[in-house]
């Protein structure tokens, strides 16, 4: 099998540097040809990845992006540009930090080897965070599997078919969410067990407000259930107030409608055309391990 591993980068240099040495050992003994895709999200710090001593990648490609677009949008941008450009079976999303586990690869690869052409996904037991990030993470769960119905437990640490990928390049949720969008196009998926590691370097990128805002990009890919569910919720409170309507009791009300507000405003960052045209976004390819 040829398995990709893609990993994007924001001036995390270090930990990506780290990530790929630790790759590299893992997938030492495995009978498959592995190689890396890096993103680089317009970084403003630069540093030249040394990888003469990486033994077990068939290639790595660097790919310096002109303009910062994001994580999601960087995942949904390196997705393409693997479907086009390269030869592939399989692509392996990892977050460049660390908190994506080398050590589980081994997993994937051996789900795929017993259930080949099925998509896996890494779904989250055990998180790395303090007690309040990992409170808010599972009023995220809650909050996200009651507007939608859908219960996503898992990022972007996933093991993707070529099927999938096709899918998901022609999936405009790709452009806003990348866990969203998986959950939209792909049913028939399976999960692993996976534990979020610690960072190898600095602290998580992962705040309040980021876990918000992620929060809410998965929401806006159901924005129609969001909507029906919200609907729904308004009439059948409305008549449980109906006899003691009172400032307090409207409060819902208004926090309802803003919600479906923001929602359906922010899916408008699902743009199918912007998508088609993101490899336009690439300043060069640097080619820092050559094929075997």
Known sequence: MKIIILIPIFNDWESVLEL?????????????KFSAILIDDASTKKKELNT?????????????????????????SGLKYIYEKRDFDYVIPMDGDGEDRPSEIKDFIEYTEYSPNQTIVGERVKRSENLFFKFCYTIHKIFTYFFTGKSIK??????????????????????NSFSGALTKVEKNKSAIPSIRGIRYFGPSKMSFVNLIKHSFSIISVFRINVLIRSILFLIIYSFLILNDISIITLIPIPIILLLNVLIFRLAKRENIEEYKNCLNNIEHVIELKKNN
């Open 20 to 32: 790929i040495k630790n790759i590299d050992l893992e997938i030492k003994g495995l009978n498959h």
């Open 52 to 76: 003469e001593n990486l033994e077990n990648f068939n290639f790595i490609e660097l790919i310096h992006m002109k303009n910062n677009r994001g994580h999601a949008r960087c995942i949904a």
């Open 154 to 175: 898992f990022g972007n640490y996933c093991c993707l078919t070529k099927a999938t990928v096709e899918k998901m390049i022609n999936e405009k949720a790709t452009w």
